[in-house]
């Protein structure tokens, strides 16, 4: 049994009981929707993806509307080829969050990667608009996104 398979069938485990012991304060919930998005950031950068995606989710019950998790989950289910699914993801962020640049990048390198051109070009320059003067593009994406995807980024900025 590897690191992220324990960890999950400790958390997984523990989960249940901790939920009966604990009030359900929104502080409580709080707490628990870290531990959960931590730890599905860890995992993804550890390359466990279906450790970190089972990570996201469960972040995602607690908090159905938090930005970065969608964000994430789209990006780990992007590392598994789950691309219609990373999608899925990518337009709830935009939905949540019209102005996130990030969110349009990530979703116009899904909708490139399925041969989308015309939805990605705009989910480019939707990133464009957004962009703040003198930040690089693509800066912090080689963690997150896969590298046959990079390369399409890196193109369209470059």
């Given at each position: 049994?590897?690191?992220?398979?324990?960890?999950?069938?400790?958390?997984?485990?523990?989960?249940?009981?901790?939920?009966?012991?604990?009030?359900?304060?929104?502080?409580?919930?709080?707490?628990?929707?870290?531990?959960?998005?931590?730890?599905?950031k860890l995992l993804a950068k550890q390359g466990y993806h279906e450790a970190a995606l089972a990570s996201f989710k469960a972040a995602l019950r607690i908090q159905p509307n938090h930005l970065q998790s969608w964000i994430f989950q789209g990006a780990v289910l992007a590392h598994l080829g789950r691309y219609p699914a990373a999608?899925?993801?990518?337009?709830?962020?935009?939905?949540?969050?019209?102005?996130?640049?990030?969110?349009?990048?990530?979703?116009?390198?899904?909708?490139?990667?399925?041969?989308?051109?015309?939805?990605?070009?705009?989910?480019?320059?939707?990133?464009?608009?957004?962009?703040?003067?003198?930040?690089?593009?693509?800066?912090?994406?080689?963690?997150?996104?896969?590298?046959?995807?990079?390369?399409?980024?890196?193109?369209?900025?470059?």
């Amino acid at each position: 049994m590897d690191l992220a398979s324990s960890t999950t069938m400790e958390l997984s485990s523990n989960s249940g009981s901790a939920s009966h012991n604990i009030s359900n304060s929104s502080a409580t919930a709080q707490t628990i929707y870290h531990i959960w998005f931590i730890r599905g950031k860890l995992l993804a950068k550890q390359g466990y993806h279906e450790a970190a995606l089972a990570s996201f989710k469960a972040a995602l019950r607690i908090q159905p509307n938090h930005l970065q998790s969608w964000i994430f989950q789209g990006a780990v289910l992007a590392h598994l080829g789950r691309y219609p699914a990373a999608l899925a993801s990518f337009d709830r962020a935009v939905s949540l969050s019209p102005d996130n640049r990030e969110a349009w990048i990530f979703r116009g390198a899904i909708l490139a990667s399925l041969g989308h051109s015309a939805e990605s070009i705009y989910s480019y320059k939707q990133a464009l608009k957004l962009q703040q003067q003198e930040a690089v593009i693509c800066k912090d994406y080689p963690l997150w996104m896969p590298t046959d995807m990079l390369a399409g980024l890196v193109d369209l900025a470059g």
